[in-house]
């Protein structure tokens, strides 16, 4: 089983600003936890960082043949990047979408996201519980459509 993991733009500062928001782990922190996880579901685990909305599309399209599912936190593209959700509905991957703050508690352009329509759900506000959960979610999912 063959998962991406996409974090979108600003998430690479995570640990370093906005920590009341977001926590106090780094990025790196969150990745080691991530791979960890993976090693326990015996499952291959790749992870990548993009600041660019066209970066985040064209690793969407090269998963089509290399990966069975995709977790993606598109940051702030979330809430406007049509672009980013014509790439997901477009390679047909089972999808999850993480958010680590609870975009719903925050301010009122956090609380539509375009990505939802195309994945099959979400994950918000629980931190880094957010991606753990996720992890486990789409290798249950997968898992479930290869039998
Ligand atoms: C975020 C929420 C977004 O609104 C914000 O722009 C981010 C991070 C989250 O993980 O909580 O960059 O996706």
Redesign the pocket.
Known sequence: TNVLLIH????NLLGKREID??GNKTLEEINDLLMGKARELKINLEIKQYNCEGRIIESIHQARDRFDGIII???????YSIAIRDAIAGVKLPTIE??????YA??D??HFSVISPVVIGQI??LGEL?YILALEAIVNIIETIKK
């Open positions: 979108g733009p600003n998430l928001i977001y936190n598109p940051g702030a593209y979330s809430h993480v958010h680590l703050s609870n975009i925050r301010e352009f956090r918000s506000g957010s």
